[in-house]
């Protein structure tokens, strides 16, 4: 009977806030759904625990970064896919990420590219777009997220975290 929690985050941009090492403490690992823009913010978020990232539309791809990659965790599957190769439309979006990600262990699709935080349940997979962990645009607070996983009632629980005062 163990909560283990894993830090999800999108969209930093070449930015590190300073509370992100606080909200993360304590996570057995993070997902990072692309432009991470920058390899000192990967390395920082690789320091707080082992870093899962994807390429977003600002980053190049590579090893580290490809455009899709599935990561198995103790609670099973999770996709992680940046978001802008896919619809437009959030509702078909959304969609298309589950078609794209078929293992039967999926529990969870971590996305990002909107700036919008958001969390949804399709065909009993967990969306999550933590939004965006760089200073505010498009209309959207800063934000990231953490995962907790309760292995006692398998249950996935998603909290938002606001970053504020970004200097």
Request: charged letters at 20%.
């Amino acid at each position: 009977m163990a909560k283990r929690k894993f830090g999800l985050i999108s969209d930093t941009h070449g930015h590190f806030h300073p509370d992100i090492p606080k909200h993360f403490a304590g996570v057995e690992g993070i997902l990072h759904a692309g432009d991470v823009c920058g390899d000192d913010v990967y390395a920082a978020l690789d320091g707080i625990a082992p870093l899962s990232a994807v390429a977003g539309n600002c980053d190049r791809v590579t090893r580290e970064l490809p455009l899709r990659r599935t990561v198995d965790l103790p609670f099973g599957q999770a996709g992680i896919a940046h978001g802008h190769l896919y619809s437009s439309s959030v509702r078909e979006r959304l969609n298309d990420l589950v078609r794209a990600f078929t293992s039967p262990r999926m529990r969870l699709i971590l996305t990002g590219h909107s700036h919008q935080s958001l969390t949804e349940t399709i065909d009993g997979i967990l969306i999550v777009n933590p939004g965006a962990a760089s200073p505010p645009r498009m209309g959207a607070d800063s934000s990231l997220a953490v995962l907790t996983w309760d292995d006692a009632n398998d249950s996935l629980d998603v909290k938002m975290i606001p970053l504020k005062k970004w200097k």
